[in-house]
């Protein structure tokens, strides 16, 4: 059973424009949501979060929307640059969960220069 | 950077033998897991601890064991290591307070089991 969900393995978009990557939950529990970023032979890296009681949260080019009523959130990337070429992995977890994360399958951007 | 180091990077090891992971870490976190990654499936948990001697399990916890003797080391263990373990391992760490969910991920272990 995917709690957490990455419905699109791959995204392709040009050096410049935006770039929206798609996660949906089914848990009504969580309230956390992260973004991580991984490059090939690296760890994840973490890239930003959000809580539950915010629908936007921003960090320089990196945006996060949550729309709770819809289980779904969002990374909006704006612009893209060919360095942003990665997996990205959404996460989930809830207050008491002991920190433990629940992960996306993980969308592959490629940002063309 | 978060001080996490991972050991071995690489193995190969044959189907019926026993493999230990160590992650190491110089962040005094309390908090540390153990993850592997497939494709098709993310990062999903193995085992995790919230504190010296204190572990249990996460989702994917048939056949490994962890130990945690120190603040600095979490083991993954697999006891007799099976073809379906053959993953990319990565040991993260977390401290407890208001940022206690953003973890910091090792570099990871590739382990092949033939």
């Known amino acids: 059973d995917q709690q957490v969900k990455q419905n699109s393995p791959s995204l392709s978009v040009q050096e410049g424009r935006i770039s929206i990557l798609n996660c949906d939950y089914t848990?009504?529990?969580?309230?956390?949501f992260l973004w991580y970023k991984k490059y090939p032979a690296e760890g994840p890296t973490f890239l930003i979060s959000?809580?539950?009681?915010?629908d936007k949260n921003e960090d320089g080019r990196f945006t996060v929307f949550l729309n709770k009523s819809a289980k779904h959130l969002s990374l909006h990337i704006v612009p893209s640059q060919p360095g942003d070429s990665a997996v990205y992995f959404c996460?989930?977890?809830?207050?008491?969960?002991?920190?433990?994360?629940?992960f996306g399958q993980g969308t592959t951007l490629q940002v063309k220069p | 950077d978060a001080g996490i180091t991972q050991s071995p990077r690489h193995k190969v090891t044959e189907t019926g033998t026993p493999v230990t992971l160590r992650c190491h870490q110089t962040?005094?976190?309390?908090?540390m897991y153990w993850y592997r990654q497939d494709p098709g499936h993310g990062l999903r948990l193995i085992h995790y601890?919230?504190?010296?001697?204190?572990?249990d399990k996460g989702e994917v916890s048939d056949g490994y064991s962890v130990s945690r003797s120190k603040t600095e080391d979490f083991l993954l263990t697999l006891e007799s290591a099976t073809s379906s373990q053959t993953s990319v391992y990565f040991c993260?760490?977390?401290?407890?307070?208001?940022?206690?969910?953003?973890?910091?991920f090792g570099p990871g272990t590739r382990l092949t089991v033939l």
């Open positions: 993260a760490i977390s401290e407890p307070g208001p940022n206690y969910n953003e973890q910091f």
């Open positions: 996460a989930a977890t809830y207050s008491g969960n002991t920190g433990k994360l629940i």
């Open positions: 962040e005094n976190h309390r908090y």
């Open positions: 601890s919230y504190g010296v001697k204190d572990t």
């Open positions: 848990n009504s529990m969580f309230d956390y």
């Open positions: 959000i809580s539950s009681i915010k």
